[in-house]
């Protein structure tokens, strides 16, 4: 697969979902990724689209910094994804927790990986923003991987 610029891949998208690494690689300034994640960010500031991600983000992106007593990096992510406008915390209910365990079985999905696609269904996500192109197997929203924009 070719590589899309950001631009282009974003085209109407209405509603796109953050899955956990493309948040990290923003805040922890990725080399890799952080001009790609800056340009999709630039989008979601100017309101092009809403942006959503769930408490499962939180989850996943706590650890290391807590293990290495590193509270200039837990407050970074806290305040990013608690105060970013245009971003939006999904909260994990029921439903979304039933929805989860579907997911898991139809697509053979890890825990965190189901919940996050369910949060983002519950949401109306159309699009998902990953780095895991395992997730290109759901059905249900757009899979935007992030290796594969420039």
Known sequence: MSAISVNKAFEGVQRLFFDTAPLIYFVEENVTYL??????????????????????????????????????????HHDFLLHSRNLSLVNIDISIGLQAGELRSKYNLGTAD???????????????????????????LRVLVLDDLE
């Open 35 to 76: 001009e790609r994640v800056k340009a999709i960010l630039v989008l979601l500031d100017a309101g092009k689209f809403a942006g959503f991600t769930s408490v499962v983000t939180l989850t996943e992106i706590l650890p290391l910094p807590i293990k290495t007593g590193d509270a200039i990096l837990i407050k970074k």
């Open 114 to 140: 189901a919940l996050q696609i369910a949060s983002a269904l519950s949401a109306n996500c159309d699009t998902l923003l990953t780095n895991d192109k395992q997730l290109r197997r759901v059905a249900e």
